[in-house]
C-alpha cells in the first residue's frame, strides 16, 4: 500500500510494535481521540448555523470565558475516553481539578492519564478562524489498582509516551508523535476517514516566521524586545515575516510546515507567562523535538520542568531550532 493511502487505524496498527509498553491499550487510546475528534469536528463545522456559538454563560478555572463549543469538546473527548474503558484519569483545562476513572467492575487497572486542551484557540471560534484539540499521554506513576493521584498528572514532559493534536480547518488534520518521530492525517470528510497525508513532518532548521503578539510588546521582557527587533533587522534573509493567528494550534502547524518560531513570552500583564504547561506546552514541545525543532522557557528545556500545579503557566518559545536558540541567546544576553 501507498504510504500516504494508508488509514490512520492502519498505521496505528503497523506501529503498535513501537511502544514501549505493547498491550494495546496506548492504539485504542489514539484511536478514542481520533472518534471524538470526528465528532467534534462535525460540530465546529457547522458552528455558524446553529447555536452552538458564543459563550456558555460560565468561566474555567482560568477565569476565562467558556465557549459552547468549549464545553461540549470537552465533554465529548471526557466522554469518549471513559467509555472505552482506556484510562485512569483525564485533566483538562476546562476543569479545576482531574478525574478519577473507574473500570466498569470498580477497578483502577487502566494505566494511562490523558491531559487536554479540548478546543485551543476558542476566542476564534466566533469569526471562523482554525481551533484546535491538544493531548498529552502518560503512563501512571502510581500503583495500578489504586486510584490515581496528582502526582500522576504532575510528571515532567519528558515522561510523556504519546502527544498531539488536532486542527479544525480548511482540511481536519491530527497530527501525534508517540516518541517515533511526527505524523499527520487528513480527515475524509466524505467517508470519515483519516488518511496519512503528512508523514514524518519535520520542522526547517531555520525559519523566516516569528508569531508573536506584538500588540504587548511595551509589557515584554528585554531579552524578547531584543530579538523581535533582531527579527525586524534588514539584514542577510531578514527581516522575517511576522504571522500571528492567536490559535496555538494553527500557529504551530503552521511554523512546522513552513520553519518558524512561535513566542508566548512572560510580561508584565502575565508574569508566569499564560500557556499552560502540561495542556499546551509539553504536549507542543514533544512534537516538535520529534520533528527536529526545539521547545524552551527562554532558558531551558520544557519538556524538563517540573510541574508543580495542574493549571500552571509557563512562558514558551518553540519552533525550529536555529531561530529558538537565537531567541535564548538574546534572553540570556538581557538577563546578565
Wanted: proline content about 4%; glycine content about 10%; overall charge negative.
Amino acid at each position: 500500500m501507498e504510504e500516504r493511502n494508508k488509514t490512520l487505524g492502519e498505521f496505528i496498527i503497523e506501529k503498535q510494535e513501537d511502544f514501549q509498553y505493547s498491550s494495546g491499550e496506548l492504539s485504542r487510546l489514539i484511536n478514542s481521540i481520533r472518534l471524538a475528534a470526528k465528532v467534534v469536528n462535525y460540530k465546529v463545522n457547522k458552528a455558524g448555523l446553529v447555536d452552538i456559538v458564543g459563550a456558555a454563560g460560565a468561566q474555567n478555572v482560568q477565569g476565562e470565558d467558556q465557549q459552547k463549543l468549549d464545553v461540549f469538546a470537552n465533554d465529548t473527548f471526557i466522554q469518549t475516553l471513559i467509555n472505552r474503558e482506556i484510562v485512569c484519569g483525564i485533566a483538562s483545562e476546562e476543569s479545576d481539578d482531574f478525574i478519577v476513572i473507574k473500570g466498569q467492575d470498580e477497578s483502577h487497572n487502566n494505566k494511562y492519564v490523558v491531559l487536554m486542551d479540548p478546543l485551543d484557540g476558542s476566542s476564534n471560534i466566533d469569526v471562523n478562524v482554525s481551533v484546535g484539540t491538544i493531548f498529552s499521554v502518560y503512563r501512571r506513576i502510581t500503583p495500578i489498582g489504586t486510584p490515581v493521584t496528582l502526582e500522576d498528572f504532575l510528571q515532567p514532559g519528558v515522561n510523556q509516551v504519546a502527544a498531539g493534536y488536532v486542527i479544525y480547518g480548511t482540511s481536519t488534520m491530527l497530527v501525534y508523535t508517540t516518541g517515533r518521530g511526527v505524523n499527520g492525517f487528513t480527515l475524509n470528510p466524505a467517508i470519515g476517514t483519516f488518511y496519512l497525508s503528512h508523514p514524518n513532518m519535520q520542522f526547517p532548521k531555520d525559519g523566516t516566521i516569528y508569531s508573536i503578539n506584538e500588540g504587548n510588546y511595551v509589557h515584554f521582557p528585554q531579552g524578547v524586545k531584543d530579538y523581535i527587533k533582531y527579527c525586524q533587522l534588514e539584514e542577510g534573509d531578514r527581516p522575517y515575516t511576522s504571522r500571528y493567528i492567536g490559535s496555538l494550534v494553527s500557529d504551530i502547524h503552521r511554523n512546522m510546515i513552513k520553519g518558524g518560531i512561535y513566542i508566548y513570552p512572560t510580561s508584565s500583564k502575565a508574569p508566569s507567562g499564560k500557556l499552560r504547561l502540561l495542556y499546551e506546552c509539553n504536549p507542543m514541545a514533544f512534537l516538535a523535538e520529534q520533528a527536529g525543532g526545539k521547545a524552551s522557557d527562554g532558558f531551558g528545556r520544557i519538556m524538563e520542568i517540573q510541574p508543580t500545579e495542574l493549571h500552571q503557566r509557563v512562558p514558551f518559545f518553540c519552533g525550529s531550532q536555529n531561530m529558538v536558540e537565537k531567541a535564548e541567546e538574546f534572553m540570556k544576553k538581557a538577563s546578565n
